[in-house]
């Protein structure tokens, strides 16, 4: 297995963080590697993302769990591995942590966890950063 995780402290409330996660089609305001994303279904366990980075082609995840206002994971099954993103908020106080761990598991995870993990995850401070701007507003 591989994985990777960044944090973000925020005075946001859990449930403004929720909200910018549960728009799926907004995220490309806050995630600047996204030209598009869609969610079929509503934004609970067992239905699918679809992220269409820019310049590349889309990639499809199934939320795995949500739980609101806290926790949503999704799952991108690449074949021989799976590449699952926890996004989770953890209180601290007056102010909340929001969280994202990376794991990568399966038959390749520990030849491709490393080549593909740091890649995949490499934008998740930026990526957080946003979201939390856009969260304080």
């Known amino acids: 297995m591989w994985t990777t995780e960044h944090s973000i402290e925020t ?26 994303a869609e969610l079929s279904g509503p934004f609970a366990a067992g239905s699918t993302i679809t992220m269409t980075p820019h310049g590349q082609e889309p990639i499809e995840l199934q939320i795995a769990e949500a739980v609101e206002p806290e926790l949503f994971v999704d799952v991108a099954n690449l074949g021989d591995v799976l590449v699952r993103t926890i996004h989770h908020i ?34 998740f401070p930026q990526v957080l950063a946003a979201l939390v701007e856009r969260a304080e507003r």
């Open 90 to 123: 953890e209180q601290l106080g007056g102010r909340i942590q929001v969280v994202y761990r990376m794991e990568i598991t399966g038959p390749e995870a520990d030849t491709l966890g490393p080549q593909i993990g740091p890649e995949i995850s490499a934008d």
């Open 11 to 36: 005075t946001a409330a859990p449930e403004a963080i929720w909200g910018l996660w549960a728009e799926v089609a907004g995220w490309p305001h806050w995630n600047a590697d996204l030209a598009r």
